[in-house]
């Protein structure tokens, strides 16, 4: 089932648009879409290692101007998210948030571009707060970057040694992914 899917993001991870696509995805990520881009990048760096560093150039600047317009949006919308929040009887747990943003500033915009933990919610929440733009700009442009291209460099690193090693052990990797995401949502839905 994993071995099927495995082969078939490579195969599309060479397609002719692969390219624009993992601009796209890299641009949406940074504002709405669930999905980390590096599940595109990854693919793409393994099926060609002598690009690696051009599809994480390309996903940096992707991410980050993305980045900018999920700001933009925080930042032009406040007084409507402020009135839903309030409807929504969160006005206090929002500015708890706006104190957190405040006291952390660029550090939470660097953490997020770099970890696991979504960048949507710096780039929005950033525009929302508002953090002074060029500290958001900053953080962005120094954290996603070195993901992209930390990941970029590990990959290429790994060469096809690590492709041969995904594909023997791809079905073992993705049950053990599937079971932490479904034990992962069931705690998450059991404290709430």
């Known amino acids: 089932?994993?071995?099927?899917?495995?082969?078939?993001?490579?195969?599309?991870?060479?397609?002719?648009l692969a390219e624009r696509w993992l601009a796209f995805i890299g641009f949406i990520e940074s504002i709405i879409f669930p999905v980390p881009a590096d599940v595109m990048l990854a693919p793409m760096c393994l099926s060609r290692p002598d690009k690696a560093y051009r599809y994480a150039?390309?996903?940096?600047?992707?991410?980050?101007?993305?980045?900018?317009?999920?700001?933009?949006?925080?930042?032009?919308?406040?007084?409507?998210a402020g009135q839903l929040i309030a409807s929504l009887g969160k006005a206090e747990s929002f500015e708890q948030f706006r104190q957190t943003f405040n006291d952390w500033g660029i550090a939470l915009v660097f953490v997020s571009g770099f970890s696991p933990f979504p960048y949507k919610i710096a780039t929005i929440g950033s525009g929302l707060i508002p953090i002074a733009?060029?500290?958001?700009?900053?953080g962005s442009a120094l954290s996603r970057p070195l993901r992209f291209f930390l990941l970029a460099w590990a990959i290429k690193k790994g060469g096809e040694r690590l492709s041969q090693t995904i594909r023997r052990y791809i079905e073992w990797l993705g049950w053990i992914c599937?079971?932490?995401?479904a034990v992962g949502g069931s705690y998450l839905y059991i404290i709430r």
């Open 1 to 16: 089932m994993f071995r099927q899917l495995y082969d078939q993001t490579i195969s599309l991870s060479q397609h002719r």
């Open 57 to 80: 150039a390309i996903l940096s600047v992707a991410s980050v101007s993305g980045g900018v317009l999920g700001y933009s949006l925080g930042y032009f919308f406040y007084e409507q």
């Open 133 to 138: 733009f060029p500290f958001f700009f900053i």
């Open 178 to 181: 599937l079971i932490l995401v």
